[in-house]
Every structure is written in structure tokens, then in C-alpha cells.
């Protein structure tokens, strides 16, 4: 029995696509047809054939991926793809063909699932059989947790010290600035979370750190799940302090934090504290607690 046509799976699409709920919650999938190519050298040109069972492989492909609507499906990245599944398939001799099929979690811009299949036959069944097994392994790809979205707000100075020299501002600004570019690059190679942009948010509202939680509302508006800021305290030209916090973009509650306690090293220092501060006490801490439910 043949699996659902392409005209099912349009259907699913837009049912899909005018639920507010799916809207919302699903984890947006982008999937291109695969690539299929015929190195067999048979003397028989199968061309509408393969044509036509790489159309029901790739409906049916889609229509798995949709039901129970956990994922949705959508174009591209830039409309709200957390993976994206790409593939192609080869036939290599009369029983024998190849399919290759990777699953790329978007944000992390890393690989989920990178796998070459073997399936035997050439038939309608035969296909069927392939699109069954890989739908498992890119279903099973899909449940790793997709990336937060992080809006990650430039790391601010609060200068305890007695004198602020205004000869100092430049290279504070600096130093500032290579410490929340550390931290994202952290969190985002990290593969837990996708980096916000957040440029033109930043001073809008003074310090972000007494604004009483400005942040997290900040960052809903920006379309990010979570806010973080940091605070490096100067205690004296040798002596710091960081800290940073995570709040829920839609709560504003408090979802994590951490302080460095007090630091010896000069302000060029900054950066390779902060990063690991963030590192042991987010990043390491969010994946061991992640670790028992996969």
C-alpha cells in the first residue's frame, strides 16, 4: 500500500500553519526534497519512477515529522527553523541504493545526525521500508533539546574604586567588549543556545543591572526565551568581581546566576574570567542537568 502523496502533505502544512497553538510551540523543521541520482548504468530509464517515489519518500518523510505536532514544518531558517533536514539518494546497482541524511540544529550551526543508509530493492515497498526507518533516525535526531534563544546583553562596569579616570573609559570599553563577545561565542559553540541580536537594545534604559528586570521584557520583545546581563565590579585596579544572571524572557524569574568572588589580575583579565564563570556555573551546570532525561 503506498504512503500518503503530496497532496496529504500540503494539507498538513497548512493545518499546521493556521493553528495558533503549532504557531507557538512547535519546533520549526526546514526540509528540501532530496537529491536522488542513478549511477546503476541499467539500460532502463526509470526516471519517472524514481521521480515519482522520491515525491511519496519525501511526503511521507513530511508527514511523520509533523504529526503530533511537536515539529512544524517551514521554509527556511529565516522563518523559524530550529533543524533542518537535507539528504539525497543514490542507486548504485539494481539492488542496491544509498541514502545520506543529515539533520543540522540551525542555531548551534552543528550536526545532529550525519548518516549513510543502505536499502535493498528498487520497488515501491522497497521505498517504503527506507522512508519508515529513516523518519526513525531522523525523529530520534530531533529530540535532542532545541537551542534557547539567549539574548545576551553587553557585560557592564560598576567601578567601586575611588578614582574613574575618564583616560580609562576607552579601554574599559574594550575589555567590555571582548567579554560578551567571549560569552556568546561560549554559549553558542556550546550548542545549548542561539544567540540573540541585541544590538540597538543596549542603553536604552540605563544599566540593565539596576533596572530591576527591564531585561527579561527587553528580550520577549526581541523574541528570545531568556535575558542574560553581567556585571564586572571593580574593586580596585587589580582586584574584580563578575557576575551574571538568566532570567525568563516571559516571567522575568530568576532562572540561574553566578559570582566569580573576588579576583586578583588586571582589567585584560576580564575576559577569560567571565568565560569561566559562565562556562562552570551555566553552561555545564544546564547540560548535567539535561543529562538523566536523554
Known amino acids: 500500500m503506498h ?8 494539507c498538513l502544512l497548512f493545518l499546521l500553519s493556521c493553528s495558533p497553538v503549532a504557531a507557538q510551540s512547535a519546533i520549526g523543521v526546514a526540509m528540501d526534497d532530496f537529491s536522488y541520482t542513478d549511477t546503476s548504468a541499467e539500460p532502463t ?33 529565516q522563518d523559524g527553523a530550529v533543524f ?36 535493498r530493492g528498487d520497488n515501491d515497498e522497497a521505498w517504503e521500508r527506507a522512508e519508515v526507518f ?39 570599553a574594550t575589555y567590555l567588549a571582548e567579554i560578551t563577545g567571549g560569552v556568546r561565542e561560549a554559549l553558542g559553540q556550546s550548542g545549548r543556545y542561539r544567540i540573540v541580536d541585541v544590538r540597538g537594545e543596549a542603553g536604552k534604559t540605563g544599566a540593565l543591572r539596576d533596572c530591576g528586570g527591564c531585561e527579561a521584557s527587553i ?16 574593586v580596585s585596579r ?6 551574571f544572571q538568566v532570567r525568563d524572557a ?8 553566578g559570582d566569580s568572588g573576588l579576583r586578583m589580575g588586571a582589567d585584560y583579565s576580564w575576559k577569560r574570567g567571565a568565560v ?19
Open 45 to 77: 530509464n526509470q526516471t519517472a519512477a524514481h521521480e515519482r517515489r522520491l515525491a511519496a519518500f519525501m511526503a511521507a518523510l513530511r508527514r511523520d515529522i509533523g504529526e503530533g505536532g511537536r515539529y512544524r514544518l517551514v521554509p527556511s531558517a
Open 250 to 257: 516571559r516571567t522575568g524569574a530568576v532562572l540561574a546566576r
Open 276 to 294: 569561566r564563570l559562565i562556562s562552570d556555573r551555566l553552561i555545564d551546570s544546564q547540560q548535567a542537568t539535561d543529562a538523566p532525561r536523554r
Open 134 to 172: 529513516v523518519s526513525r533516525e531522523v525523529m530520534a535526531a530531533l529530540g535532542t533539546p532545541a537551542p534557547v534563544a539567549l539574548a545576551a546583553f553587553d557585560f557592564e562596569l560598576e567601578d567601586m574604586t575611588a578614582a574613574s579616570a575618564g583616560a580609562s573609559a576607552a579601554s574599559d
Open 219 to 234: 528580550a520577549r520583545k526581541l523574541g528570545a526565551d531568556q535575558s542574560l546581563i553581567g556585571v564586572v565590579r571593580r
Open 84 to 119: 533542518k533536514v537535507v539528504g539525497g539518494i543514490q542507486k548504485t546497482s539494481t539492488l542496491v541504493q544509498w541514502a545520506k541524511v543529515a539533520v543540522i540544529n540551525v542555531g548551534a550551526k552543528t550536526l545532529v545526525l550525519d548518516k549513510l543508509y543502505s536499502f
Open 3 to 10: 504512503r500518503s502523496r503530496p497532496v496529504l502533505s500540503a
Open 238 to 243: 587589580t582586584e574584580y568581581t563578575l557576575g
